[in-house]
């Protein structure tokens, strides 16, 4: 560090970061990295003073996912192309309380209050599906669906033009009946499933000299109500 003069470890992750996206770069590809790549403090754990006074190569593409929606418009300023991946409205493995149908469809890649000069820059946006707490496919698919259309829509349709009512009628009669046809289980038909317990658990873990306690949110319920009664499966909810 010494050496690179290097004033800390996100320093150090920058000066390895860039080396990554200039080899990259060279092969003509481009490196997309979540936005931990420009240094920046994001997490409530990390040191308020652990920040890179480097800057990101400019090539690299930004994928927004925790933060104040101010860094999107600091990495569009400095040239950086964006994917707006904000796990407070993306991420589809929040239950249906967090991000419920309506909030989904109303989300915008592009923040409001942001520059349209910068709208170029801004490539859409990402939602994601992290499964190691959900415990079988079926679950996996009413955390999905029917989210997932309601992002597509989000992404591809011009804002003026979005209309939460035409979409639930399209997603009524046209797209659910096709996940139905293709087995693919949906967020309507989750009241069939009798919860039969909730809570709360705290997991503490070490960050260096930090003890972090993280919170999940556990549901349990029959597996089948019909033919499986008594045996349960549970579903466990990260919550940042």
Avoid at 59 to 66: E, G, L, R
Avoid at 73 to 94: C, F, M, P, W
Avoid at 158 to 179: H, Y
Wanted: hydrophobic content about 35%.
């Amino acid at each position: 560090m010494k050496e690179k003069n290097l004033d800390n470890y996100s320093e150090v992750q920058m000066l390895f970061t860039n080396r990554v996206a200039s080899l990259i770069h060279s092969k003509g590809r481009t490196m997309i990295g979540w936005n931990d790549i420009m240094g920046k403090n994001i997490h409530e754990w990390a040191d308020s003073d652990n920040e890179s006074a480097h800057a990101l190569a400019p090539y690299a593409i930004v994928q927004f996912w925790k933060g104040d929606t101010a860094l999107i418009a600091e990495a569009l300023k400095q040239g950086h192309r964006v994917i707006n991946s904000s796990h407070r409205d993306t991420y589809l493995d929040y239950n249906h309380t967090k991000i419920p149908l309506e909030k989904a469809y109303d989300f915008s890649p592009f923040p409001k209050g942001m520059d349209r000069k910068y709208k170029p820059l801004l490539l859409g946006s990402g939602c994601q599906m992290w499964s190691e707490w959900i415990p079988r496919i079926e679950d996996m698919q009413r955390q999905v669906f029917p989210r997932i259309a309601a992002y597509a829509e989000s992404g591809w349709t011009i804002e003026n033009k979005k209309n939460f009512t035409r979409f639930s009628t399209s997603l009524s009669q046209i797209l659910i009946p096709r996940w139905k046809q293709k087995n693919i289980d949906t967020a309507s038909r989750i009241n069939q499933y009798r919860c039969v317990s909730t809570h709360i658990v705290l997991d503490s873990f070490s960050f260096g000299n930090k003890k972090i306690t993280k919170k999940y949110f556990v549901i349990d319920y029959p597996i089948n109500i019909q033919t499986c009664p008594n045996y349960i499966t549970r579903i466990l909810f990260y919550d940042y």
